[in-house]
């Protein structure tokens, strides 16, 4: 039997961007993985993704969550670096 553990670490994506979809979208983390890896594959997949990223923390940081604004912004930044590098993934 798979876990979610396994999951995750089959998929293109790590954990908090799969984090960050799931609240962006208010979907559980399986759902927001499985609809993650199938964007994750696509230029313009990517590209929604990252906005999804952040857009959330702009909400977060609006809302006055500053902290997790930090964090989702930390994440944005490496995913659109990790995929800067890796046009073709």
């Known amino acids: 039997m798979l ?5 995750i670490d089959f998929s293109d994506l790590r954990e908090e ?3 960050a979809i799931a609240e962006c979208e208010h979907m559980p983390v399986l759902s927001a993985l499985e609809e993650g890896e199938s ?3 696509s230029p313009s997949g990517r590209k929604r993704i990252a906005v999804m990223i952040k857009s959330q923390a702009e ?3 609006l809302t ?3 902290i997790h ?3 989702l912004r930390r ?3 490496a995913f ?3 995929f800067r590098s890796h046009p073709r993934r």
């Open 80 to 82: 659109i670096s990790r």
């Open 39 to 41: 964007m994750v594959h």
């Open 75 to 77: 994440v944005h930044d």
């Open 3 to 7: 876990t979610l553990r396994d999951c």
């Open 59 to 61: 909400m977060c940081e």
């Open 69 to 71: 604004a930090r964090h």
């Open 64 to 66: 006055g969550n500053t």
């Open 17 to 19: 961007e799969i984090l």
